[in-house]
């Protein structure tokens, strides 16, 4: 089988569960030796070279580093925009680190936000960001179409004076299917993403929007996503956005026979809150 979706044993789940926990650390280094006037080129070759270290071979998407208003995907935001630029980090600028490496035939897809200094807007959104994880896991289990969830998301956002900028994401997507795809000595590439897991994304999205019996690997808010929640692995990454800033997370959501449950229970971001929730705290 060239692509797996569903149905993954044990073993493959603590596969899918220790390569998040790779991806979330790499980031998570490169977060902590982030220093002012580093470029969004210089940190994106950091991250590709640390996962070549631990054996990537091909990424579905390259790494992105995204810095200051350039999170909050601002404008006529295209795919190529994604791309690093020269943008030098200065004090108190947002971070988005992001990268989807796919170790051994394993995808997985991972976001890391951050504020490089102390910016109270930055934590607010943050914080907002966490309400997710836990209305869009009751949701699944409520059986409510993926459909209503990301609409559910993005009207949440906007109320809250957010936009809820994963809609310029390619594909519009809340969330898409983490797979695992057979492990081939040679991986094509496609303008520097792998060309299989993309080639299939696009396949079988477009023959969901053609109505087919088949449903979409995306989790957006068009009519393909109009269903029940359906089993397998799931990467979420609700991103807000404002004038000036944004802020994400990523990580898998595990649906089985239409309950859900996240593949790690403490995950960066989560332990980002909790510290960001005991600081208002105290204050």
């Known amino acids: 089988m060239l692509i797996k979706t569903k149905n993954f044993s044990d073993k493959e789940f603590d596969r899918f569960k220790k ?12 977060a902590q030796e982030l220093v002012e006037g580093v470029t969004e080129k210089e940190v994106a070759r950091k991250l590709v070279k640390l996962y070549r270290q631990e054996g990537v071979a091909s990424f579905f998407h390259l790494p992105v ?15 190529g925009h994604f791309f690093p630029r020269s943008r030098t980090l200065m004090p108190n600028d947002p971070v988005i680190l992001d ?11 991972t976001s890391y936000s951050l504020c490089f200094g102390k910016d109270s807007e930055h934590d607010a959104m943050m914080l907002h960001l966490s ?37 310029k994401h390619p594909g519009e997507v809340l969330g898409h299917r983490a797979i695992k795809t057979t492990n ?35 989790w957006n808010s068009s009519e393909a996503s109009e269903h029940a929640p359906h089993d397998g692995l799931w990467l979420v990454e609700p991103h807000a956005g404002n004038d000036r800033i944004g802020a994400k997370w990523e ?6 026979n239409g309950q859900a449950h996240w593949l790690d229970d403490n995950p960066p971001h989560v332990e980002y809150w909790a510290k960001l929730s005991s600081v208002n705290h105290a204050q």
Not at 65 to 76: C, I, K, N, Q, S
Not at 131 to 152: D, M, P, T
Request: glycine share 6%.
């Open 99 to 109: 990268a989807a490496p796919l170790f051994n035939g394993f995808l997985v897809d």
């Open 19 to 30: 390569y998040q926990n790779l991806s979330f650390e790499i980031l998570s280094t490169v």
């Open 65 to 79: 580093a995204l810095f200051g208003e350039r999170t909050a995907l601002p404008g006529d935001w295209s795919i």
């Open 251 to 256: 990580e898998i959501l595990v649906i089985e």
């Open 184 to 218: 081939l000595p040679f991986r094509p590439k496609m303008q520097g993403f792998d060309a299989i897991s993309l080639s299939w994304f696009k396949f079988m999205d477009g023959l969901a929007h053609r109505k087919t019996a088949l449903k979409s690997p995306l």
């Open 131 to 167: 309400s997710y994880r836990e209305s869009i896991r009751e949701a699944v289990n409520q059986g409510q179409s993926f459909k209503s969830i990301a609409e559910a998301v993005e009207s949440t956002m906007l109320t809250s004076g957010y936009k809820p900028v994963h809609q």
